[in-house]
């Protein structure tokens, strides 16, 4: 058989009969260029097949979820209701809601802080004269990443037991900041600088801690899980991000 | 979540090494990597009804290469990923020498893929990496199939010489 680049690719790539095969083979052996030819390109065949890598569980779970908020925001579309009730609230305060819409492209899954984080976190919520918090806010709290903090080994969703409560616990990014959101079957206990909020039909309420904001709505006689929302931004936008995760 | 997205996320999730390994290898860094995998799911999902060749991995791709190659990701980018660990290019499992063996070889084999043409190193990670077939990578980028296995040849031997200057060789010399 000819030496030519057209028969050695086709060797390699299986495209010749059983009998070109042996031929080729036969050239191989007294053909000290198309041999050294096979052999690199075995060689960087296998080296390539070296970063064959499966991609990290952390990025299935972000997939996963950036689909259901996809799919969450094309029912908004099409549902008449959700329509209708989108107008209502524009009709109340549209700010808000303008804010709302520049958002909704913007969320995004976060990390979650490390455990290690949550240790230090919880013990930093208790000193410095900081009017002590319920463990399970205090944890909450902890898990909300400092700006500009690497975390590793991180996960999208996380389940805790503190102060005998269970806890589920996701995050997102909102504006370039991570907000925290936990859900529990129990309700939360309200911080002592926490004020309720008036006029709601649910046990909500909304707390400071630092830079932190909270808001929380406590529904757990109602047979729904009750949702704790903790971000660095203005308390009086959590609302709207809570609705927008529909978390409310 | 509903019959739709599942019917998604079922017909695409098992491609998501593929994807990942691709933009993993045309994005700058490991974290515009995965915003890359996310928005070509979501572009995906967009498209999902009107999806209808057999090759679900193939249409993921191209669509992660179409995405790549437009500017106007970065605009209509919905998610951005606060910053984690690098990529561990080593299954667990094995001892830490290896580990560590195997992450410097990975750091050189992609540093070596670098230093390749465009074009070769394209193919190579369409084909080798990703695990595409000849034919499929020639129909994403619009080129005879005889082409894209000349390219990956070609890739292969310099990529091959490129480590072995450096010591690292896959058992043919």
């Known amino acids: 058989m000819a030496c030519s680049e057209a028969n050695l690719l086709a060797f390699l790539v299986g495209d010749l009969s059983p ?20 052999q690199l390109d075995r060689a960087g065949r296998a080296a390539a097949e070296q970063l064959r890598v ?5 990025l299935a779970d972000r997939v996963v979820l950036a689909v259901e908020i996809a799919a969450n925001e094309r029912a908004d579309e099409y549902s008449p209701n959700e329509a209708a009730n989108l107008r209502l609230r524009s009709a109340v305060d549209e700010r808000p809601l303008r804010r ?13 802080a490390a455990a290690a984080g949550l240790a230090v976190g919880l013990s930093l919520a208790f000193v410095g004269g900081v009017e002590p918090e319920p463990a399970q806010i205090a944890a909450v709290v902890a898990l909300v990443p400092s700006p500009g903090h690497a975390v ?72 729904r899980d009750s949702m704790l929302l903790v971000a660095p931004m203005p308390v009086a936008e959590l609302p709207q991000i809570a609705a927008h995760l529909r978390l409310i | ?29 490991s974290f515009s990597a995965d915003d890359l995998v996310q928005e070509t799911y979501l572009r995906a999902f967009a498209g999902f009804a009107n999806h209808v060749g057999p090759n679900t991995r193939a249409w993921l791709v191209t ?40 992450n410097l070889d990975a750091t050189a084999i992609v540093d070596a893929l670098k230093q390749l ?31 894209i296995l000349a390219r990956v040849h070609r890739g292969r031997r310099r990529l091959a010489a490129l480590l072995s200057e450096q010591g690292i060789d896959y058992g043919v010399f």
């Open chain 2, 1 to 29: 979540m509903d019959a739709n997205s599942q019917a998604f996320l079922d017909a695409t999730l098992p491609h998501l090494d593929a994807v990942h390994r691709v933009a993993r290898l045309i994005s700058r860094d």
């Open chain 1, 54 to 58: 499966h991609a990290p569980q952390s």
């Open chain 1, 19 to 38: 009998d070109e095969t042996r031929a080729f083979d036969g050239h191989l052996l007294s053909c000290a260029e198309c041999w050294t030819a096979v």
């Open chain 1, 152 to 223: 590793k080994n991180t996960t999208f969703s996380r389940h805790l037991v503190v102060g005998g409560q269970r806890l589920s616990v996701r995050s997102y990014r909102v504006d370039g900041v991570v907000a925290v959101v936990a859900t529990s079957p129990s309700e939360f206990p309200m911080p002592v600088s926490a004020h309720l909020l008036e006029g709601s039909s649910q046990d909500a309420w909304m707390a400071t801690h630092g830079s932190l904001a909270m808001y929380c709505v406590n529904r757990s006689t109602t047979g």
């Open chain 1, 100 to 112: 709302l819409r520049r958002r909704k492209s913007r969320i995004a899954i976060a990390s979650l």
């Open chain 2, 63 to 102: 669509i992660c290469l179409n995405l790549a190659r437009s500017e106007g990701r970065r605009r209509s980018r919905r998610v951005t990923e606060v910053p984690m660990t690098t990529v561990d290019y080593v299954a667990e499992g094995t001892d830490v020498y290896s580990r560590v063996q195997a």
């Open chain 2, 117 to 147: 043409p465009d074009e070769q190193r394209l193919a190579i990670v369409l084909m080798d990496i990703a695990g595409n077939t000849a034919a499929e990578v020639a129909e994403m980028l619009a080129c005879p199939r005889g082409t």
